[in-house]
């Protein structure tokens, strides 16, 4: 099968399994408590940072260079971009006062933080797979888990907006699509460009 096309039924795949936040939310929320709430984003952070550094050595081979630097900064800063207006936290303390408003416009922005901050992961996952096509496959893997962990607080949203967590779970794969788009597209433009793959690097460790 070509890389390429195994790296789109991949992500692909990863962004449908966000949808099992649903089911996990009704089994793991049914007492009510939401402590489990920061349990799974303790997960989806944790594995994220084990993508950085796995990414991080895989374009450590010529060294950080500046190109490496610049990106490392740049792709900090949808990170910062997404939650700097994120100044409550609500009842979960995973997503911010305005998602667990019971309006649907605290949802409509959950939904968007949410797809704002997959989009520089899928940038992270095309870098990976252009590098190494197995570890990209593998970091597609780790965030297919991280992606139900992080979902669980967007069904949390929905389910305090008044929606089900079922709605909650479409939108957490809906939310995580931007993955599959720009996996594919960076994929595609370091194949053309292969001088921006240390930058490349670089902007993916910053970002995940």
């Known amino acids: 099968m070509e890389p390429l096309l195994l790296l789109v039924l991949a992500t692909s795949l990863a962004a449908l399994v966000a949808g099992a936040s649903g089911p996990a939310y009704r089994i793991l929320a049914r007492d009510g408590a939401p402590a489990f709430l ?17 990414v991080a050595l895989q374009g450590w081979g010529d060294g950080p260079g500046i190109a490496f630097g610049v990106g490392a900064l740049l792709g900090i800063i949808p990170g910062i971009f997404v939650y700097a207006r994120q100044d409550g936290r609500s009842w979960d303390g995973v997503i911010g006062a305005d998602d ?24 992270a996952l095309g870098v990976a797979a252009f590098g190494d096509l197995g570890l990209g496959l593998f970091l597609v893997a780790a965030l297919a888990t991280h992606n139900v962990a ?10 305090v907006s008044g929606s089900s967590a079922a709605s909650g779970a479409v939108e957490a794969v809906v939310s995580n699509l931007p993955q599959v788009v720009l996996a594919a597209a960076v994929y595609v433009i370091l194949g053309l460009m292969p001088g921006l793959y240390p930058g490349g690097v670089g902007f993916a460790v910053g970002a995940l």
């Open 38 to 54: 920061g349990w799974a984003n303790a997960v989806a952070a944790g594995l994220m940072l084990g993508a950085a550094y796995a």
């Open 150 to 159: 992080e979902g669980l607080s967007l069904v949390s949203a929905s389910v």
């Open 100 to 123: 667990a408003s019971d309006s649907p416009t605290g949802l409509y922005t959950s939904l968007l933080r949410h797809a704002l901050h997959a989009a520089p992961e899928g940038v």
